[in-house]
């Protein structure tokens, strides 16, 4: 194959145009500020959990929400609260004053057009209300009953009929009794829709095993108990009454709700065994409970549930979750919870959101290396706080730093230049006290950078009003960038700065989603408890995780789990009658991997111990943890060293040094850097059979008292390696190499091609060169690379008689193309237009463009800010396909089945921008590569 290259500079213009004296600042712009917003922070995204806010409030619970619309407009409804909210466009939402409102576990249900207000649990008052946006609420009437526990009405408009559903309890089930709808007295007798069944359903027991913490303090949980069958809303639906409920409890990662269906809203009601609807157990706020499920405009369902926020190690707050819902064609009600806490789109935004409302946004942060400014110890009744827990996708732990100080940090690093587009911070409440309303809450600063050295700032909430203790912000336009810094700036109520999770999501082009080949699952069904079925599959490379679908029908695989860090799950939520069908997809978000070494992170386990013997003084031992360097000298400082005998130990063992008196001469001083007792070559420490160095001791003086410091010498014990690298086969073409330690072997790929797993693949003529590369470890020097290079392509001239043609690719590019001015807000495509001259004298010839920049692929870009949408290119009248988003991988435009000559082509661009679109002043562009190539010249 021969080529010709040709490279274009798109001078894509994107100024932003302003008023005649105004300032240069864009609505959207970074950084992100406090968006004073509620309910919902950012305009066309969202991610679980939710907090909910008002003005400068604490936090507030979503226990138990209730969304409806009426009146056109979204209302949202949450246990105990005195008010609600109301959105017309559900990104958007206007708080309502309401003193009368009835608060409890809050009922609403309209009524021939007008709204009515009821908390069974507490209170057999009715309220309603001419307009709910006045906040006015008067009485209606009175229940039968005040023991509507967990009360919901059903108003069949069809009918005129009115029904009430209730039920709170472990054992005594969820009832329907029919009310007459002016008086709301009971007018039939109630009617049993159902009890719990843990027998059978496994989603219906509370497993000890699934607690995130403790609600009764009275009595230790069974392994197994009832669950709560709690919540009813009802809903009419193609002419079908669906029951939504609740079961287990607010205290368990597997908290979730099921559906029964009648064909009359007093029954029978039936068990869908499809269910349950929502459950969602893994991630960093796992349950999905006791909610309600409601249409958005465009008459999709979803359904809203109440999740457990856990605070300082046991229970904190209430907050929500929101996912889509569906009903197929046979009936069946189902939740989509795949990728249930990445950011998802918003209702409205989607036209099918039960199948395509992920965004593509994966967690980049996940288990990567964070460092950080201090770590608050750990201690043996306090638990542990390590930084690896801000990024561990569990909600039961945390990172806490030492103090509540500005300047408090976090960074992670993601291992490679990524595509951010949203970031979510969950903050705990480590050491704080106080509940009492603020004007100024958890306040901070997010930086990007491409080197750990120069930072970009992203989200600047330092004098943040709103107490939202999950922060989910959407970058208003894509940042490009490999390391995140989360920044204090103020921390309230006397606490520390303390992180659940940092989640840093994006990179929609680089993500992989891989499914797992059916012969490399295996699922078993537990015979004895069929409640239960264990899988396992073949681990896929490079997989941050898997979602494992299942369900009793091939074709309705309508459950999910998400599983992080093991091919392996376990299943106890299954009902036990039908059997059920399985499949697993890896997913990727593109970064590398990054195994976090515990021993270098969070010590060995083993101490040293300096036992002190002071003079006139009461002998005390002062401890410290020991932590692996990789080969960087350890130090470990003693201070406040004053005259006496000293002894340095390992912990619960064997002697090191000492015991040594220490004389006012030896500890007093000026010169703090000169040691005055040295103790070298103490003893040897190591791993296996191999010394990686010695212990020493020096001690130094102080003004009024001295340090002891241990010293870990490393002295140099690593070993060369070689890496053999098999010849490259026949296309297509492997690689293969050895490394002579046994560590994994690396490949690049440099040239006229690229790598994928252990595939070579073509990209054009010229030459093809092959890396094989090993870093080393503590036992091993770096590998010498090793490297494989072949040409590709070939040139052929000549002839016995006559002229002969020269073999001849040539390509002639015009002008630069201007995309013109692109305007914030404004939602419409941009194109322009270029021109190339193509001579071939081969048997065929193809025109291509590709985008070689490894930042934001595809995309123009302004600094570190790019565009969302790809740039989109054609040759003549073809239509308009988006460049890749690999760097390198062409997109073809044009062919030739045989020589051309000076044949003008009409290049054109078309870049579409949103009305969502942030943008950054200055100029948008990208230097692009035009081939013309060959397989027969």
């Given at each position: 194959m021969k080529k010709l290259l040709r490279s274009v500079l798109l001078a894509c213009v994107g100024a932003l145009v302003f008023a005649s004296g105004a300032q240069a600042q864009v609505p959207g712009a970074l950084p992100v500020g406090p968006s004073g917003k509620s309910v919902v922070q950012n305009p066309t995204t969202y991610t679980n959990p939710i907090s909910l806010t008002q003005g400068s409030e604490r936090i507030l619970t979503a226990g138990e929400p209730v969304i409806k619309i009426i009146g056109g407009d979204y209302y949202l409804f949450t246990r105990g609260r005195r008010g609600y909210w109301w959105s017309s466009d559900f990104a958007n939402w206007n708080y309502v004053n309401a003193p009368n409102l009835l608060g409890g576990i809050v009922g609403m249900t309209e009524i021939d057009g007008k709204l009515y207000n009821y908390a069974g649990n507490t209170n057999n008052r009715v309220m309603t209300t001419d307009d709910p946006k006045s906040g006015v609420w008067y009485e209606a009437g009175t229940f039968s009953s005040n023991n509507y526990g967990d009360a919901s009405m059903l108003y069949d408009e069809d009918t005129g009929r009115l029904f009430m559903y209730y039920g709170w309890s472990q054992l005594l089930g969820i009832r329907v009794v029919e009310l007459n709808k002016q008086t709301f007295k009971e007018i039939s007798k109630p009617e049993v829709v159902n009890w719990g069944d843990p027998h059978k359903h496994g989603w219906e027991t509370r497993y000890s095993?699934?607690?995130?913490?403790?609600?009764?303090?009275?009595?230790?949980?069974?392994?197994?108990?009832?669950?709560?069958?709690?919540?009813?809303?009802?809903?009419?639906?193609?002419?079908?009454?669906?029951?939504?409920?609740?079961?287990?409890?607010?205290?368990?990662?597997?908290?979730?709700?099921?559906?029964?269906?009648?064909?009359?809203?007093?029954?029978?009601?039936?068990?869908?065994?499809?269910?349950?609807?929502?459950?969602?157990?893994?991630?960093?706020?796992?349950?999905?409970?006791?909610?309600?499920?409601?249409?958005?405009?465009?008459?999709?369902?979803?359904?809203?549930?109440?999740?457990?926020?856990?605070?300082?190690?046991?229970?904190?707050?209430?907050?929500?979750?929101?996912?889509?819902?569906?009903?197929?064609?046979?009936?069946?009600?189902?939740?989509?919870?795949?990728?249930g806490d990445?950011?998802?789109?918003?209702?409205?935004?989607?036209?099918?959101?039960?199948?395509?409302?992920?965004?593509?946004?994966?967690?980049?942060?996940?288990?990567?290396?964070?460092?950080?400014?201090?770590?608050?110890?750990?201690?043996?009744?306090?638990?542990?706080?390590?930084p690896a827990f801000a990024v561990d996708q569990n909600g039961k732990t945390f990172w806490?730093?030492?103090?509540?100080?500005?300047?408090?940090?976090?960074?992670?690093?993601?291992?490679?230049?990524?595509?951010?587009?949203?970031?979510?911070?969950?903050?705990?409440?480590?050491?704080?006290?106080?509940?009492?309303?603020?004007?100024?809450?958890?306040?901070?600063?997010?930086?990007?950078?491409?080197?750990?050295?120069?930072?970009?700032?992203?989200?600047?909430?330092?004098?943040?009003?709103?107490?939202?203790?999950?922060?989910?912000?959407?970058?208003?336009?894509?940042?490009?960038?490999?390391?995140?810094?989360?920044?204090?700036?103020?921390?309230?109520?006397?606490?520390?700065?303390?992180?659940?999770?940092?989640?840093?999501?994006?990179?929609?082009?680089?993500?992989?989603?891989?499914?797992?080949?059916?012969?490399?699952?295996?699922?078993?069904r537990n015979e004895v408890d069929r409640r239960q079925a264990d899988l396992l599959w073949k681990p896929v490379d490079g997989a941050d995780g898997y979602v494992v679908r299942y369900g009793i029908e091939r074709d309705k695989l309508y459950?999910?789990?998400?599983?992080?860090?093991?091919?392996?799950?376990?299943?106890?939520?299954?009902?036990?009658?039908?059997e059920y069908y399985f499949e697993v997809e890896a997913f990727s978000s593109g970064t590398p991997r990054y195994v976090e070494n515990p021993f270098e992170t969070r010590g060995r386990g083993a101490e040293l111990d300096l036992i002190r013997r002071p003079t006139g003084g009461t002998q005390s031992t002062t401890r410290q943890m020991t932590y692996e360097t990789y080969g960087k000298d350890e130090v470990y400082v003693f201070d406040n060293i004053t005259p006496g005998s000293y002894t340095l130990n390992h912990t619960?063992?064997?002697?090191?040094?000492?015991?040594?008196?220490?004389?006012?001469?030896?500890?007093?001083?000026?010169?703090?850097?000169?040691?005055?007792?040295?103790?070298?070559?103490?003893?040897?420490?190591?791993?296996?059979?191999?010394?990686?160095?010695?212990?020493?001791?020096?001690?130094?003086?102080?003004?009024?008292?001295?340090?002891?410091?241990?010293?870990?010498?490393?002295?140099?014990?690593r070993v060369d390696q070689a890496i053999t690298f098999a010849p490259l086969t026949a296309p297509p073409y492997r690689v293969s190499a050895t490394a002579s330690s046994g560590l994994p072997v690396s490949f690049s790929a440099a040239g006229t091609c690229t790598l994928s797993d252990d595939i070579v693949t073509v990209t054009g003529a010229g030459t093809c060169?092959?890396?094989?590369?090993?870093?080393?470890?503590?036992?091993?020097?770096?590998?010498?690379?090793?490297?494989?290079?072949?040409?590709?392509?070939?040139?052929?001239?000549?002839?016995?008689?006559?002229?002969?043609?020269?073999?001849?690719?040539?390509?002639?590019?015009?002008?630069?193309?201007?995309?013109?001015?692109?305007?914030?807000?404004?939602?419409?495509?941009?194109?322009?237009?270029?021109?190339?001259?193509?001579?071939?004298?081969?048997?065929?010839?193809?025109?291509?463009?590709?985008?070689?920049?490894?930042?934001?692929?595809?995309?123009?870009?302004?600094?570190?800010?790019?565009?969302?949408?790809?740039?989109?290119?054609?040759?003549?009248?073809?239509?308009?396909?988006?460049l890749s988003a690999t760097a390198g991988s062409p997109l073809a435009l044009l062919s030739y089945g045989g020589p051309v000559s000076n044949d003008s082509v009409s290049i054109a661009f078309r870049q579409e921008i949103g009305a969502g679109q942030a943008l950054r002043t200055g100029a948008y562009g990208k230097t692009l590569t035009f081939t013309l190539s060959t397989t027969t010249p």
């Amino acid at each position: 194959m021969k080529k010709l290259l040709r490279s274009v500079l798109l001078a894509c213009v994107g100024a932003l145009v302003f008023a005649s004296g105004a300032q240069a600042q864009v609505p959207g712009a970074l950084p992100v500020g406090p968006s004073g917003k509620s309910v919902v922070q950012n305009p066309t995204t969202y991610t679980n959990p939710i907090s909910l806010t008002q003005g400068s409030e604490r936090i507030l619970t979503a226990g138990e929400p209730v969304i409806k619309i009426i009146g056109g407009d979204y209302y949202l409804f949450t246990r105990g609260r005195r008010g609600y909210w109301w959105s017309s466009d559900f990104a958007n939402w206007n708080y309502v004053n309401a003193p009368n409102l009835l608060g409890g576990i809050v009922g609403m249900t309209e009524i021939d057009g007008k709204l009515y207000n009821y908390a069974g649990n507490t209170n057999n008052r009715v309220m309603t209300t001419d307009d709910p946006k006045s906040g006015v609420w008067y009485e209606a009437g009175t229940f039968s009953s005040n023991n509507y526990g967990d009360a919901s009405m059903l108003y069949d408009e069809d009918t005129g009929r009115l029904f009430m559903y209730y039920g709170w309890s472990q054992l005594l089930g969820i009832r329907v009794v029919e009310l007459n709808k002016q008086t709301f007295k009971e007018i039939s007798k109630p009617e049993v829709v159902n009890w719990g069944d843990p027998h059978k359903h496994g989603w219906e027991t509370r497993y000890s095993s699934d607690l995130i913490f403790p609600f009764f303090s009275d009595r230790q949980y069974r392994p197994q108990e009832y669950g709560w069958t709690e919540g009813p809303h009802p809903l009419k639906y193609n002419g079908k009454y669906y029951v939504l409920y609740s079961s287990i409890g607010l205290e368990f990662a597997s908290y979730a709700q099921g559906v029964y269906v009648a064909d009359d809203p007093m029954g029978p009601y039936v068990y869908d065994q499809h269910n349950p609807l929502t459950r969602m157990v893994s991630g960093s706020a796992p349950g999905a409970g006791h909610g309600s499920f409601f249409q958005d405009k465009q008459g999709k369902l979803w359904t809203i549930a109440m999740v457990a926020f856990t605070q300082n190690g046991g229970n904190g707050n209430t907050l929500m979750s929101l996912f889509p819902t569906d009903v197929d064609k046979e009936g069946v009600m189902h939740g989509n919870v795949e990728y249930g806490d990445y950011p998802q789109y918003l209702p409205g935004v989607k036209k099918d959101p039960i199948t395509d409302n992920f965004t593509g946004w994966t967690l980049l942060s996940l288990n990567k290396k964070v460092q950080t400014s201090s770590t608050q110890p750990p201690g043996a009744q306090t638990g542990n706080y390590w930084p690896a827990f801000a990024v561990d996708q569990n909600g039961k732990t945390f990172w806490s730093a030492q103090t509540g100080n500005p300047g408090e940090y976090m960074t992670v690093d993601l291992g490679t230049t990524s595509d951010i587009r949203g970031i979510q911070i969950q903050f705990d409440r480590a050491g704080a006290t106080g509940n009492a309303a603020l004007t100024r809450y958890q306040s901070y600063t997010v930086e990007v950078s491409s080197d750990n050295q120069t930072w970009t700032k992203v989200v600047d909430k330092s004098d943040n009003p709103q107490d939202l203790r999950s922060d989910y912000i959407e970058l208003p336009t894509a940042v490009s960038g490999r390391y995140v810094r989360l920044t204090n700036v103020f921390t309230p109520d006397n606490g520390r700065f303390a992180v659940k999770e940092l989640r840093v999501f994006g990179n929609p082009d680089a993500s992989k989603f891989t499914p797992v080949p059916p012969g490399n699952l295996m699922a078993v069904r537990n015979e004895v408890d069929r409640r239960q079925a264990d899988l396992l599959w073949k681990p896929v490379d490079g997989a941050d995780g898997y979602v494992v679908r299942y369900g009793i029908e091939r074709d309705k695989l309508y459950q999910s789990d998400m599983v992080y860090g093991k091919n392996a799950l376990n299943i106890n939520a299954l009902n036990v009658d039908p059997e059920y069908y399985f499949e697993v997809e890896a997913f990727s978000s593109g970064t590398p991997r990054y195994v976090e070494n515990p021993f270098e992170t969070r010590g060995r386990g083993a101490e040293l111990d300096l036992i002190r013997r002071p003079t006139g003084g009461t002998q005390s031992t002062t401890r410290q943890m020991t932590y692996e360097t990789y080969g960087k000298d350890e130090v470990y400082v003693f201070d406040n060293i004053t005259p006496g005998s000293y002894t340095l130990n390992h912990t619960y063992g064997v002697g090191i040094w000492g015991p040594q008196q220490l004389t006012a001469e030896q500890l007093i001083g000026t010169d703090t850097t000169t040691p005055t007792v040295t103790a070298l070559d103490l003893t040897q420490f190591g791993n296996g059979s191999t010394q990686w160095g010695t212990v020493e001791v020096r001690v130094y003086p102080g003004p009024t008292s001295g340090r002891i410091e241990v010293t870990f010498h490393y002295t140099e014990h690593r070993v060369d390696q070689a890496i053999t690298f098999a010849p490259l086969t026949a296309p297509p073409y492997r690689v293969s190499a050895t490394a002579s330690s046994g560590l994994p072997v690396s490949f690049s790929a440099a040239g006229t091609c690229t790598l994928s797993d252990d595939i070579v693949t073509v990209t054009g003529a010229g030459t093809c060169t092959i890396t094989a590369s090993q870093s080393g470890n503590a036992d091993y020097f770096p590998a010498r690379d090793v490297s494989r290079s072949f040409q590709v392509g070939t040139t052929q001239a000549g002839g016995d008689v006559g002229g002969t043609v020269p073999a001849t690719l040539a390509l002639t590019l015009g002008a630069p193309a201007p995309l013109g001015v692109f305007e914030p807000g404004v939602s419409r495509p941009y194109e322009a237009t270029t021109t190339a001259t193509v001579t071939s004298t081969a048997g065929d010839a193809l025109l291509s463009v590709t985008d070689p920049s490894p930042s934001a692929t595809g995309r123009l870009v302004n600094g570190s800010f790019a565009l969302g949408e790809r740039l989109q290119v054609r040759a003549n009248a073809n239509a308009f396909a988006p460049l890749s988003a690999t760097a390198g991988s062409p997109l073809a435009l044009l062919s030739y089945g045989g020589p051309v000559s000076n044949d003008s082509v009409s290049i054109a661009f078309r870049q579409e921008i949103g009305a969502g679109q942030a943008l950054r002043t200055g100029a948008y562009g990208k230097t692009l590569t035009f081939t013309l190539s060959t397989t027969t010249p």
